[in-house]
């Protein structure tokens, strides 16, 4: 699996964000579409997080996302100042989100994710939230290709 081929197209999914008790915190929908640029040599990918609840709120984020020279996998999100940074761990990709510093200096959570493919078309994504080192949550995220 390379996200430039996995995450090209639409997926959908669903997902759940649990405490350090277990206890789910949040649910989720999420679609996302990923379109490659031969021209950037990268791959622009929109997100959209729908959190279910009392009230909808919807979280989007564009990121552009391209293999660097050392075979890393980094993205990065101009307008959050937000970046990642992966690698290949087998079949797995594993990466690091995060958002170090949010403007007036206030530190933010950082993400380890792992996506493990199920099927060709279909990925878990778990994650592990993190702040100044401690846990604080975990990702549980099921994606399916559409299409």
């Given at each position: 699996m390379t996200p430039e081929v996995f995450l090209s197209g639409r997926l959908t999914g669903f997902g759940c964000v649990q405490?350090?008790?277990?206890?789910?915190?949040?649910?989720?929908?999420?679609?996302?579409?990923?379109?490659?640029?031969?021209?950037?040599?990268?791959?622009?990918?929109?997100?959209?997080?729908?959190?279910?609840?009392?009230?909808?709120?919807?979280f989007r984020r564009s990121w552009v996302v391209h293999t660097d020279e050392q075979g890393y996998v980094v993205g990065y999100d101009a307008h959050q100042a937000a970046r990642f940074r992966g690698r290949l761990d087998g079949a797995d990709l594993r990466m690091i989100f995060d958002r170090p510093v949010r403007p007036g200096g206030r530190m933010e959570p950082s993400q380890h994710v792992r996506f493990v493919e199920i099927t060709p078309n279909q990925v878990m994504m778990v994650g592990r939230v993190t702040f100044l080192g401690l846990p604080l949550a975990t990702t549980h995220s099921a994606l399916t290709k559409v299409g």
């Open positions: 405490g350090l008790t277990g206890k789910v915190l949040r649910r989720y929908t999420v679609e996302m579409t990923g379109v490659w640029s031969d021209e950037h040599r990268a791959l622009h990918l929109d997100e959209a997080y729908t959190y279910i609840g009392r009230e909808q709120e919807v």
